[in-house]
């Protein structure tokens, strides 16, 4: 879908590496490497990208270092692109609806490449915690096991009428990927 909207496939990886990783500070013998694509083409697009301002380089140890500007104006929807594309959230959130009568669900931590208390919240009646444990187990690579809250629809929408700051966190959390609404909720007031 990427090469469709981007014409250059050293650009995604590009995208790809900073949008991911918006923390992290490369040079360009290290995105080479890493990308495994030659210097002159990952020099040309960090300096397109430097150019419509999703990068900014600064010296450092006589290198030059590239990172990603997250004040850019479109960073956020780049990022939520890129994480789209990478995951299948979709077909992830297709098969974990199949649980019992799912309302709501927010996939988050994990599923967005962030920290995070939980990486799953599900809100709905009659969820089956096991058929749930041997998806997530199956069908999502990770080290650690997936955190996940369960609520049903009436304590859910209590929690939120009270402000709960668990779900308000969550809510809140522009990040967050909403997989399945079929709820009105509130407007949450900051």
Known sequence: MLKNLFTSSTRIKLLTLFLLHPDD?????????????????????????KKI???????KLRKKFYVVDKNFVIFQELRSIILK??????????????????????????????NSTVDLLMVGDNINKDRLETILNSEVATK????????????????????DRFLTDILRDIENIVAINKLTIPELVA
Do not use: A, W
């Open 85 to 114: 594309t990478m995951s299948n959230h979709e077909e992830i959130s297709k098969k974990l609806s199949k649980c019992g009568n799912v309302d709501y669900m927010v996939l988050s931590g994990i599923f967005v490449n962030k």
């Open 144 to 163: 650690r096991p997936v955190r996940y809250s369960i609520l049903s629809k009436d304590d859910f929408l209590y929690r939120l009428e009270c402000k």
């Open 53 to 59: 301002g999703l990068l900014k380089s600064k010296f």
């Open 25 to 49: 500070e490369y040079f360009i013998r290290e995105l080479t490497r890493k990308l495994d694509e030659q210097i002159n083409s990952v020099r040309r697009e960090l300096d397109n990208l």
